[in-house]
């Protein structure tokens, strides 16, 4: 099993920056790719961004790339997301998310590709 806690949201104005950390604990010798996701009411996870193991690897969804960035300190077993220029469309419940699947794998970029996750954390922008 692997624990995720993710944390850091909060209010943020547009134009504003967030750091968003997602610390693992337990079996994390398994997990291959850590991603980011996000989730509005009414709506299914939306992929964001994700780390391979070593994280010498990254990709960020396509319309985010410019302003967002995802991280990981290996000592620390925390993964990061970095979150810049920040609008009040990007207002939602950030969700970091752990797997067994090789980041060149397609499915990384869906929620079924990952095993475990963090419990949420809200981030509202306001305009």
């Known amino acids: 099993q692997v624990q995720l806690v993710d944390s850091g949201g909060g209010l943020v104005q547009a134009g504003g920056s967030l750091r968003l950390p997602c610390a693992a604990s337990?079996?994390?010798?398994?997990?291959?790719?850590l991603g980011w996701f996000l989730q509005v009411p009414g709506k299914g996870r939306e992929f964001v961004g994700v780390?391979?193991?070593?994280?010498?690897?990254?990709y960020i969804a396509e319309s985010m790339r410019d302003r967002f960035a995802v991280s990981r300190d290996n000592d620390e077993n925390t993964m990061y997301l970095e979150m810049n220029s920040l609008q009040p469309e990007d207002t939602a419940v950030y969700y970091c998310?752990?797997?067994?699947?090789?980041?060149?794998?397609?499915?990384?970029?869906?929620?079924?590709?990952?095993?475990?996750w963090g419990q949420g954390t809200q981030v509202i922008v306001s305009s």
């Open positions: 998310a752990a797997g067994s699947l090789p980041f060149q794998d397609r499915n990384v970029g869906l929620p079924s590709g990952y095993d475990y």
């Open positions: 337990g079996r994390t010798c398994s997990v291959r790719a």
């Open positions: 780390i391979s193991r070593s994280g010498g690897s990254t």
